[in-house]
């Protein structure tokens, strides 16, 4: 298993454009071969900061996810209103910074 997790903040002004970006994404995501979980969840004391997490079956589906339309679509939707990331890559024997 592949485990994505971090940190996407966003500028005050564009939360609820990346909420329902963030929303259509989940929602497309959920149905890729591989994927048992992938979500997004906005902090309580900053809303402004979200937390990513994902569970993939293989690399493979990984990387299948990131070439995808939709992907690439949620992308072009929030790159204007990211203020900073953190996202890492956890795989059973080493964790990777993305």
């Known amino acids: 298993m592949i485990i994505i997790c971090g940190t996407i903040e966003v500028k005050e002004e564009g939360i609820e454009a990346y909420k329902k970006a963030a929303a259509v994404a989940t929602e497309i995501t959920l149905t890729e071969e591989g994927c048992g979980t992938y979500g997004f969840f906005q902090s309580l004391d900053k809303p402004t900061v979200f937390r990513v997490y994902e569970e993939w ?24 209103i990211v203020v900073a990331r953190k996202i890492q890559m956890i795989e059973p024997a080493r964790i990777v910074d993305l």
């Open 57 to 80: 079956e293989s690399k493979d589906n990984l990387r299948a996810h990131g070439a995808a339309e939709h992907f690439k679509a949620f992308g072009a939707a929030i790159k204007d």
